[in-house]
């Protein structure tokens, strides 16, 4: 019986210790600065959205599984999405869980969930790829969302400035026990997409 108190206490102690723990650097994470540097390996219906935009052949209606998608209401994305988190402080910052939002000027284009492990030392700058892999069905039959993205694509075909403003929103949560408790806000990172980024790539 002391032994069960006693491992009882024990396994308390450790659950207590580490949710501070996570809690301490969840809000180091708010302090830290963030950079979405590049979105890579985008696809959509399994197409390759950057090859397409380098022979000027890309837009909504030219990938005829994205035909198929709209009717049976899936429309696979994936992408690679690099941001880039400084550590200003003297305490490591980490994430074990968290919920994701893209916006597209604002609207939302899709969101998903990410369960993997992410840390960043004191005082220093990391690099995370972070994999996106979700059905954006939903988002695309939103007018403003299609009409945001077909615009951008013709200015890129026609090599005339346009930009678009991308921001990745992020909601850390920690574990306690088999539980998720989710951080109250977002952490936001936004970049603005320049269509002349894509002006001068050329097909080997």
Sequence with gaps: ?????????????FVSCNIGQQAKE???????????KDVTNIYISGTDV??????????????????????SKNIPL????????????DNSAAINYFDYEILLNEHLFTEGTIDQRIKI???????????LSTNVYK???NDSVRNNIEEFLRSVQNQTEASALI????KPAIYVGENIVKYPGFIDVKKELSSSLFNNLSVP
């Excluded at 019986?1 to 102690?13: D, E, P, R, V």
């Excluded at 994936?78 to 402080?89: Q, R, Y």
């Excluded at 030392?121 to 990391?126: E, I, L, Y």
């Design 1 to 13: 019986m002391k032994n069960t108190a006693l491992f009882s206490i024990l396994l308390f102690l």
């Design 26 to 36: 969840i809000k180091t994470l708010t302090d830290c600065q963030y950079s979405l």
């Design 50 to 71: 950057v090859e397409t935009i380098k022979r000027n052949e890309f837009s909504l209606g030219s990938i005829p599984s994205l035909a198929l998608g709209f009717i």
């Design 78 to 89: 994936k992408a690679d999405l690099s941001v880039e988190i400084t550590n200003p402080t």
């Design 121 to 131: 030392d004191a005082n220093s700058t990391t690099q995370v790829v972070i994999p």
């Design 139 to 141: 988002f695309l039959i």
């Design 167 to 170: 921001t990745l929103r992020i």
